[in-house]
Each structure stands twice: as C-alpha cells, then as structure tokens.
C-alpha cells in the first residue's frame, strides 16, 4: 500500500512564521518533509501509525528534485 504523498498530518506554523509549517508531531519543516512519509522522524507520530497501517517508504525511489539534498545524519 503506498500514496503518492503524504500530507494528511496534523501541522502547525512556526512561531512568527506563519508561512511556514512543520509536523505538529516530529517538528520536521513541510518543505523537509515533502510529501514523505520518510521525510518524518522515525519516530513520528504519524509515520508510525501510517507504516503500522501498511504503507510504505518510497526510499526506492529518488525525487529528481531532491537529489543531493537528502541528510543522513
Ligand atoms: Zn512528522
């Protein structure tokens, strides 16, 4: 089971940033996150209950847009 992106978790904006947002659970930026499930903490919330449902990562596959971006660490 897979979805093309993953943006139905709960968000909320940065303090004095209202135009930005991040993961109301792990605190990961929307722009980091990308649509992503892997783009969330492993421990989030979210990622959690999704990957307990059944879906999957998308590690196979790399966003052209994303290349060289990706941070390990
Ligand atoms: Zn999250």
Do not use: V
Not at 21 to 35: A, H, P, V, W
């Amino acid at each position: 089971m897979k979805k093309s992106y993953y943006i139905d978790y709960p968000q909320a904006s940065f303090e004095g940033q209202p135009h930005r947002y991040r993961c109301l659970f792990c605190k990961e930026e929307t722009t980091k996150i990308n649509g992503r499930l892997e783009g969330h903490l492993p421990s989030c919330e979210y990622r959690l209950k999704l990957e307990q449902a059944g879906y999957e990562l998308e590690d196979s596959e790399q966003h052209p847009a994303l290349a060289g971006t990706d941070e390990f660490d």
